[in-house]
């Protein structure tokens, strides 16, 4: 069982940046590969980002990179989601995922993760 709590979500203006952090619990956090998704209001929740279980490989949505970085800490079981020049077009619950089953690929698709935090609301005024 891993049970994950995302924090860091807050109002910031379009330009700025947010640190959002990811806590896992359980002792298949370094073994997992953990992703970053977002639901705007109205809309389908879609992924953001991902890393693999070493760090080596990550992956990002086409809308966010060179603005967001993902990053992990397996001594502090935290994966981090770093959100610079934010956009209004970037407001949404953020959910952090993980997928502890597999072959360890980084995938971008939700049915792959099979352990999921609450969310952390992003919102960016304009």
């Known amino acids: 069982q891993v049970q994950l709590v995302e924090s860091g979500g807050g109002l910031v203006q379009a330009g700025g940046s947010l640190r959002l952090s990811c806590v896992a619990s359980g002792r298949t956090f370094s073994r997992s590969v953990m992703g970053w998704f977002r639901q705007a209001p109205g809309k389908e929740r879609e992924f953001v980002a991902a890393i693999s279980w070493s760090g080596a490989i990550v992956r990002y949505a086409d809308s966010v990179k060179g603005r967001f970085t993902i990053a992990r800490d397996n001594a502090k079981n935290t994966v981090y989601l770093q959100t610079n020049s934010l956009k209004p077009e970037d407001t949404a619950v953020y959910f952090c995922?993980?997928?502890?089953?597999?072959?360890?690929?980084?995938?971008?698709?939700?049915?792959?993760?099979?352990?999921w935090g609450q969310g952390t609301q992003v919102t960016v005024s304009s």
């Open positions: 995922a993980a997928q502890t089953a597999g072959d360890g690929a980084v995938r971008s698709g939700q049915n792959e993760y099979n352990y």
